[in-house]
């Protein structure tokens, strides 16, 4: 046979041979070959058909459909079934195992031939973007599953973001990460395997910084979001749980604002463990300020500026704000800093977050100044020298940023700090 060829698969010979006689070939690099299911078992992997018919009204011959699209040959083929079968269990089961199209036997010829026209030409277009695909995992622009890699991610995101927002009703926008729990070095491979089983061909995904995935799920809202990841969760093994923030795109024009607001939402997620937020995206909760809204405000417009109700709303407010940045910093230095103490105290008037590995400890202390300022003292004592630093923050602009800003800047002068003190000695 030659490529690009047709071929109808029938125990009716009669059948067969009747509807190849009707079959309009428009190039000359097509050609109709007619098989009965046990010949095609055998031999239809050989032939690289661009369109198969399959005639049957026996519900267990549709398992064939599955055989065929297991054959490397024709992964890509379009499937027509031919059939006077009309019951709901046995089409629904015949697009299930993967036709694209279904005729009656007794169809008229010009619709027999419009339907292979078009299985024709969605071969031509699922070729196309198979090569296309496979150009771009040459280039390491995707990887074998067809996710971005981490340089073109964040550029490529931004772009469809932007035609999202025009073209669909419900587009959610969702960052994924294994959870802190999850020790092993396997856990994103293991994630991604999950992400392929549960993501639909129309889904984006990539990978973005710190090991996340960037997802975009179209014609999804929140509802769908948690069911996606409910899904998700189902197909990871026990040892492997991931957290994500996820937010419907609607109402947020700048992906950058979109990022930013999930990234934070995702802290939370990672510290309750194996859990879902979604960024409410009202214009309330869009404004560029800090969200600072708590108790002590609302004291603060009643007149009531009792210390101690002051003291008790800064120790909760700190906690709340402090909590997931020391998560998230912990996960990131406790791999780099060997051997090394990282700690977390709190009480009513003040918060401390020490770096500590035997003579060299580095301490944040924030602190309760009054009701509009907060205070942050960072000492530093290595083996060869010293150093104290305040500074001071108004309520307003202090936010879990902040706090995360001051202790990665304090962590990483720490390592850095530790490594010359340990070549200093050796010298």
């Not at 699922?126 to 995707?142: A, F, G, N, P, R």
């Not at 402090?322 to 008037?349: C, R």
Request: glycine share 2%; proline share 1%.
């Amino acid at each position: 046979m030659k490529e690009n060829n047709v071929i109808i698969i029938s125990d009716n010979k009669n059948f067969a041979t009747n509807l190849a006689s009707k079959v309009l070939l428009l190039r000359s690099s097509d050609s109709v070959g007619v098989m009965d299911y046990k010949k095609a078992g055998q031999r239809v992997n050989n032939h690289p058909a661009d369109l198969i018919l399959i005639h049957t009204n026996d519900l267990e011959q549709l398992n064939f459909i599955k055989t065929i699209k297991n054959f490397s040959n024709l992964k890509r083929a379009s499937i027509l079934l031919v059939s006077d079968n009309r019951e709901s269990d046995f089409l629904c089961r015949a697009f299930d195992f993967g036709i694209d199209d279904f005729i009656e036997e007794n169809t008229d010829e010009t619709v027999l031939n419009m339907r292979i026209m078009w299985g024709l030409k969605k071969k031509l277009l699922t070729d196309m973007s198979h090569k296309k695909s496979s150009l771009l995992s040459l280039i390491e622009v995707t990887d074998k599953n067809g996710y971005f890699e981490k340089a073109y991610t964040q550029m490529l995101f931004e772009r469809e973001y932007k035609k999202c927002l025009t073209r669909y009703d419900n587009t959610i926008f969702m960052i994924l990460l294994a959870d802190i729990r999850c020790k092993s070095q396997m856990a994103n491979k293991t994630i991604e395997e999950a992400l392929v089983k549960t993501l639909r061909e129309t889904d984006l995904c990539g990978h973005a910084p710190d090991e996340k995935f960037y997802l975009l799920l179209y014609k999804t809202d929140e509802k769908g979001a948690k069911k996606f990841f409910q899904r998700l969760n189902n197909i990871l093994p026990f040892e492997t749980s991931v957290s994500a923030a996820a937010m419907n795109i609607s109402g947020v024009e700048n992906f950058k604002v979109a990022e930013k607001s999930l990234n934070k939402k995702l802290v939370q997620s990672l510290t309750s463990v194996n859990a879902i937020n979604i960024v409410e995206t009202t214009p309330k909760n869009l404004t560029s300020k800090v969200d600072n809204v708590d108790r002590l405000a609302d004291r603060q417009k009643n007149g009531l500026t009792n210390i101690k109700y002051l003291q008790r709303d800064f120790a909760k407010r700190m906690e709340k704000l402090i909590s997931p940045a020391f998560f998230k910093m912990q996960a990131i230095y406790e791999p780099k800093l060997f051997n090394t103490d990282i700690l977390q105290v709190f009480n009513s008037s003040e918060c401390r977050f020490i770096i500590k590995k035997e003579n060299n400890k580095s301490e944040i202390v924030i602190k309760y100044n009054n009701d509009r300022q907060i205070g942050v003292e960072i000492t530093e004592n290595f083996k060869f020298k010293s150093n104290k630093e305040e500074l001071s923050f108004s309520q307003e602009e202090f936010s879990s940023e902040k706090v995360e800003n001051i202790i990665q800047t304090v962590a990483e002068k720490f390592r850095k700090n530790l490594y010359k003190n340990e070549e200093e000695s050796i010298l």
